[in-house]
Nanobody
Framework: VQLQASGGGLVQAGGSLRLSCAVS????????IGWFRRAPGKEREFVSA???????DYADSVKGRSTISRDHAKNTVYLQMNSLKPEDTAVYYC?????????????????WGQGTQVTVSS
């Protein structure tokens, strides 16, 4: 399984971005895909995840401002982020796990993309 994250950029506070995670491999339909982020000087943290059954989960910090979705025809997972804040500035990574289990622990994900930078200016 290979993942490629894209869609990051520089945006003003209050703006929006849509991150994409393109997943290669025939396991996409059953993989759980998660988004994590790492801000400078901070630990990697959970942002959002979506299961094959379209169950979704969001960190409290982005709940109500973000929507995760998946397009099986394109083998892609999207993270729409609205009302962005300077504290959302981080490198965003998408990751995949092929087994069921907790969605929020980065150590449970076996496959990782390269990350995409999101910078929100105040």
């Amino acid at each position: 399984v290979q993942l490629q994250a894209s869609g990051g950029g520089l945006v003003q506070a209050g703006g929006s971005l849509r991150l994409s995670c393109a997943v290669s491999g025939r396991t996409f339909s059953t993989a759980i895909i998660g988004w994590f982020r790492r801000a400078p000087g901070k630990e990697r943290e959970f942002v959002s995840a979506i299961t094959w059954g379209i169950t979704t989960d969001y960190a409290d910090s982005v709940k109500g401002r973000s929507t995760i979705s998946r397009d099986h025809a394109k083998n892609t997972v999207y993270l729409q982020m609205n009302s962005l804040k300077p504290e959302d500035t981080a490198v965003y990574y998408c990751a995949a796990r092929l087994s069921n289990g907790p969605l929020r622990r980065p150590g449970d994900y076996s496959y990782w993309g390269q990350g995409t930078q999101v910078t929100v200016s105040s």
